[in-house]
């Protein structure tokens, strides 16, 4: 089974208000990544868990937190949503960390920010 | 800055015809993937192309790599319908993050 899941697929937020997305994977991999994607725009990497070590990217450092309570579950916390925060996210897991291990996507959550 | 670049295109053609789509980027890479995105959908992985091959086939997909350009291609070969999608590539090496490319939207008509 090489399915990743998230939830929800569909978010409406409030300018200002918190946004808490999740993702579940079963294939018991040591890395997940949530990545921003807009419209006409490349898939962006945010950050990514390395076992229970989390990496943020630095252009986006303080704009996102993750949680990663167990191996299987990965969330994605934005703490006040700007209207700039509309996009597609989308979760991924690897076996390995980085790399040229296949990523496996979810279907994305669809957030609107109004 | 940038390590996978694609210039975003949309394209539209016939079942059964061939078409190809092409991925340049801005630095060493190791591997290039192609993942193909669905609607409704997340990336899938459909081909991956090492730095020592230039030429990679899987079923009607054929993916070519050119270092000293630093460009790769995707080929599909007697589209059909079902090969509705947008074509991502994405570039790394080893220890550092996949980048993507914009990607090209492709839309096969009966």
């Known amino acids: 089974d090489t399915t990743v899941k998230q939830n929800p697929r569909y978010k409406l937020a409030r300018v200002g208000k918190p946004v808490n997305l999740i993702c579940s994977q079963t294939?018991?991999?040591?890395?997940m990544y949530w990545y921003q994607k807009k419209p006409n725009q490349a898939p962006k990497l945010l950050l990514f868990?390395?076992?229970?070590?989390?990496?943020r990217e630095a252009d986006t450092f303080e704009k996102f937190q993750s949680s990663r309570p167990n191996n299987s579950f990965c969330s994605l916390y934005i703490g006040s949503a700007g209207l700039e925060y509309s996009a597609m996210y989308l979760c991924?897991?690897?076996?390995?960390?980085?790399?040229?291990?296949?990523?496996?996507f979810g279907p994305g959550t669809r957030l609107l920010v109004l | 800055s940038q390590w996978g670049e694609e210039n975003l295109q949309a394209l539209s053609i016939q079942e059964g015809e061939d078409v190809t789509m092409n991925c340049s980027y801005k630095t060493y890479t190791t591997v290039v993937q192609w993942y193909r995105q669905k609607s409704g959908k997340g990336p899938a992985l459909i081909i991956l192309i090492r730095s020592n091959e230039r030429e990679k086939r899987s079923g009607r997909l054929r993916a070519t790599l050119d270092t000293s350009s630093q460009s790769s291609s995707l080929s599909i070969t007697g589209t059909l319908a079902t090969d509705t999608a947008v074509y991502f590539c994405a570039t790394t090496s080893s220890g550092q993050k996949l980048v993507f490319g914009q990607g090209t939207i492709l839309k096969v008509y009966l």
């Open positions: 991924a897991s690897s076996r390995d960390v980085l790399g040229e291990d296949t990523q496996y």
């Open positions: 294939m018991n991999h040591d890395t």
């Open positions: 868990y390395y076992d229970k070590i989390l990496n």
